[in-house]
């Protein structure tokens, strides 16, 4: 065997040139590419080549999906009522809306945006299109009938309607319209377009939906000024009566509580007790006066005193006085006392002593009373002042609620005046407030129809058909997971995807594989050949073939050098592993290898009945045995097979501590037995999915291999048997997809191509 490598950015190709020996039926060359993949460094979920060539696959459903969706959109268009658009134009002069009480939008809380915004609101009011649609229906537009299909489909292609027989009179009924209105961006204009079959009821509504607007913006500017001069109007009347009702309150309590104003703010007791303090001052003012003489002349005798010294007749007195003793102090000096001179003088200065002493007293005494008026007075004013102090705190008390009732009259007479003034002011603007919008462009009747619109609709339908193509081909694409084609294991997984081999359905059908030899598989007996032995039986078929290349990439696998223990495992039952295990086998013991196949599946063995040989004794057997392997004959090892060169370990009689039988050392020492009589083993283990023993037999292997059934195996299967190997540190050699049906193609670039020449 020669091969012939060649190297790309993701693959490797091996030519492969086979000669047939000379005593095979027909003399056969043949080539095939062996293609081994390496996976990315990162998973970009498919990228557009592999969406590509799903959507070429799935090409004739999307282009008659895409045929019927716009089929779908020319039918829709054929059975479309012609629409028919008119459109009017509004000019809104300002933005700015006088407020009922004054004022402007400013103090109301509107900005010209949201005042052209509320305009188009109210242009799409309902009562608003009621009001049109009552005033068009008694211009005689209330006869509408809608066309038939037929009619549709005549007025489609520019044919005349049919005229049908005149029915019983009938309701009357507009035709249908549709109204919308937008606002001209960076503009006051506003745009109404009435879309309806009738083009003359198109246009008319368009016109008289403008003219209604402006007609109820009047109504509604008289409206709201007559509903504010009526409010106004009860309110002023309330106001009148709170007003009069105020005031005689205000006057019968100044009457009840005797307030008489002398000035703005000052009553009568204010006044009095104004006079009575200046009074209560004076008074007491002279009190300390006299007070202060009268402590002075209490204490002092009567010749200091003052009113004493500055008295002009006691002063005479004095000097009489000192004049008559003068003189009797001459008499004396001459005469006895008892001369009747020096007497005489002596009883005048008695006398005159006696009045002198006398007008004295009457001076003290004087003082004495001016002090005691004095007090008398000022305690007399001080009673008053008290009396009248707590007059005008009484009414001061009076006062204040006089004065709240005062204030209540001046406020509602200053309300009930500007009231009064607007109510004057609003019935005069009423009547003087012109309208701001203005009709700029009037609808004219639409002579082509705006709807339906064949090309828009025959898109639509394409988009739709291509949407639907699309949803069922990447939907269908997501649900099924399973891997169906080569290369996806080996693009999800990272790993080699070692061989592919086809389903036995699609080898037997030639429209499949059009270029290979007659496709039954018949031994040289003429019986059909068994699967699990077709690289022997049928040597020169398809699926021979295919096994010979997965062993092809086993042996030249990752180029680190032949794997001698190979551990052949899935992730779940019936997914071709057994078979795979007995033709590779075979294809070993073609190159002239010693190959060992040891069944380590202990519940449900099958080398045994695929080999013909008996299952009373095998690996069971072995592992409990006490003997030493290395003094063991061969054949009490392997049982010998009818393919020259391959042995076959059975499982042995079931167990039920099958798991402490593989985890023994017996279990690495046969191992290492046989890796040294032969050249590989091949150990076929149960499914990982339920069972643990290829995660144990894997440890003792070389390398490992995931049998993958393709429409079967999930790819969360496949990942989580992958992940589970590598988590325990086996190596992975790759993957062989079998079952494979021919007309699934591969999505990431793999694929076969053969080619047979038959020779003569």
Request: charged share 25%; proline share 5%.
């Amino acid at each position: 065997m020669a091969t012939s490598p060649q190297s790309s950015d993701s693959f490797s190709r091996d030519l492969v040139v086979r000669q047939e020996p000379p005593t095979a039926r027909a003399s056969l060359v043949y080539m095939e590419p062996l293609q081994t993949y390496n996976a990315p460094a990162e998973e970009p979920g498919g990228g557009i080549p592999v969406v590509w060539q799903l959507l070429a696959e799935h090409k004739l459903a999307i282009v008659l999906l895409a045929v019927l969706g716009i089929a779908g959109g020319l039918a829709v268009s054929m059975f479309q009522i012609p629409i028919y658009d008119a459109r009017t134009t509004l000019e809104f002069q300002s933005t700015k809306a006088e407020a009922p009480m004054g004022g402007d939008t400013a103090d109301s809380g509107f900005t010209p945006e949201s005042y052209l915004q509320t305009q188009v609101r109210v242009l799409q009011s309902r009562t608003l299109n009621e009001r049109v649609a009552k005033k068009l229906a008694k211009q005689g537009f209330g006869n509408y009938e809608e066309p038939g299909r037929t009619d549709k489909l005549r007025k489609m292609f520019g044919l005349s309607v049919a005229q049908a027989a005149s029915p019983a009179p009938a309701a009357p009924k507009l035709p249908p319209v549709d109204t919308k209105v937008k606002l001209l961006e960076t503009s006051r204009i506003v745009e109404i377009v009435s879309s309806s079959p009738d083009p003359r009821y198109a246009a008319n509504f368009a016109d008289t939906l403008a003219t209604e607007f402006v007609d109820y913006n009047m109504e509604a500017i008289w409206q709201s000024s007559q509903k504010t001069s009526d409010w106004l109007t009860r309110q002023l009347q309330d106001l009148r009566a709170k007003l009069e009702q105020s005031e005689n309150q205000l006057q019968a309590y100044q009457k009840e509580a005797g307030i008489i104003n002398v000035g703005t703010d000052q009553t009568i007791d204010d006044e009095g007790l104004k006079n009575v303090q200046k009074e209560l001052a004076s008074a007491q003012a002279d009190r300390i006066s006299k007070q202060s003489n009268y402590e002075i002349a209490a204490t002092t005798q009567a010749d200091a005193l003052p009113q004493v010294l500055d008295n002009g007749r006691l002063s005479d007195y004095q000097k009489q006085l000192a004049d008559l003793r003068r003189k009797y102090a001459e008499l004396s000096t001459v005469y006895t006392p008892q001369w009747p001179e020096a007497q005489k003088v002596q009883a005048q200065i008695n006398d005159l002593q006696a009045t002198l002493n006398r007008e004295r007293g009457t001076i003290v005494s004087r003082i004495q009373n001016d002090y005691q008026g004095a007090l008398k007075r000022e305690r007399m004013l001080q009673g008053a002042y008290t009396a009248q102090m707590q007059r005008v705190t009484d009414q001061s008390r009076k006062q204040i609620y006089y004065s709240i009732l005062k204030r209540e009259v001046e406020t509602n007479r200053t309300v009930y005046d500007q009231l009064l003034q607007k109510a004057k002011q609003v019935g005069i603007g009423a009547a003087m407030q012109p309208t701001n919008v203005r009709i700029v462009d009037a609808a004219e009747v639409p002579t082509k129809p705006s709807k339906p619109d064949v090309f828009r609709n025959a898109l639509t339908g394409l988009a739709t058909g291509l949407a639907l193509a699309f949803g069922l081909v990447f939907g269908g694409e997501f649900i099924n997971r399973s891997v169906r084609a080569p290369g996806e294991a080996a693009f999800h997984l990272k790993v080699p995807e070692l061989g592919v081999i086809p389903s036995q359905a699609s080898v037997a059908d030639q429209a499949l594989l059009p270029n290979i030899l007659p496709a039954k598989s018949a031994n040289a007996n003429g019986s059909k050949s068994k699967l699990e032995l077709i690289t022997w039986q049928d040597r020169p078929s398809l699926m021979a073939e295919a096994y010979r290349n997965a062993l092809t990439s086993i042996l030249t696998a990752n180029g680190k050098g032949r794997p001698k223990i190979i551990m052949v495992t899935s992730s779940g039952h019936g997914e071709g592993k057994s078979s795979t295990v007995s033709n590779l086998g075979i294809a070993l013991a073609e190159i002239n290898q010693r190959v060992l196949l040891i069944d380590a599946d202990l519940r449900k063995p099958r080398m045994h009945d695929i080999f013909n040989l008996p299952n009373t004794w095998g690996l069971s057997d072995l592992l409990r045995e006490k003997s030493s392997l290395s003094d063991c004959p061969i054949e009490a090892l392997a049982r010998k097979t009818e393919v020259d060169g391959l042995y076959v370990l059975p499982s042995g009689p079931g167990t039920v501590s099958i798991t402490n039988l593989l985890y023994s050392t017996r279990m690495a020492d046969l191992v290492e037995r046989v890796r040294n009589d032969f050249d590989v083993t091949i150990i076929d283990t149960p499914p990982m999915s339920y069972l643990s023993d290829a995660r144990v037999l894997g440890q003792l292997a070389d390398a490992a291999i995931l049998v993958i059934r393709a429409s079967r195996t999930t790819l969360d299967e496949a990942r989580a048997a992958k992940q589970r190997l590598t988590d325990d540190g086996i190596r992975v050699l790759g993957t062989i997809l079998n079952g494979w049906e021919p007309k699934v193609k591969a999505k990431y670039g793999y694929g076969y191509g053969y080619g047979y020449t038959k020779k003569s």
